[in-house]
């Protein structure tokens, strides 16, 4: 362990007796490592999908290449990937996409492995139950559809019908005008 410890050595012979003390001094060695972190929890509708971001960081000079793993428990429902698997120098972010079309509650171990040294991270995924809503009525110029084209084929009846008088009535004061010039001569 770290720390400074003194040791004393006595020697005794007879009635003479002698010590002499040593310090030691240790201190730890920081060895290169790193750290993995991720969203605590994650949640989404079911047959969606969601991310979270998984953070490799580097310490005490770490620069190796770190694979990373992740397992779901329960091990059926959920799918997870990781983009990218792999992070060259010890340090970086890669994406954890999360894909289910089964509602419930799952744990993902995120591994990040160099070497030997080997750390985890846990996030906790819920995937909720996708809402049957009714869907929202379409609407036509702030109308019913049914409303909208009863009230556009009403008006377009009214227009066929005007002109149709119109025509009519032109047509008849023609007729008109024509036979009385006939009679006239």
Known sequence: MAGTYAV?????????????TAI???TASAYPGFTITASSSVSFASGQT???DVKVDPENGF??????????SPSTGLSVSLNPFSLANGSGTSTATFRSFTQGNYTVTITATSGA???????????????????????TSGLDPVIFYGIFGGIVILVVAGTFLVLRRI???????????????
């Open 24 to 26: 030691f001094r240790f």
């Open 50 to 52: 969601a991310t979270s």
């Open 63 to 72: 620069s190796s290449q770190v694979e990373l793993a992740a397992t779901v």
């Open 117 to 139: 040294s080997r750390h985890t991270t846990t996030v906790n995924v819920h995937v909720a139950a996708v809402s049957h809503a009714p869907p929202a009525p379409s609407t």
């Open 8 to 20: 004393t050595i006595i020697g005794t012979s007879g009635r003479i007796s002698h010590n002499a």
């Open 171 to 185: 047509r008849r004061s023609r007729s008109q005008f024509f036979c009385d010039t006939r009679t006239i001569f």
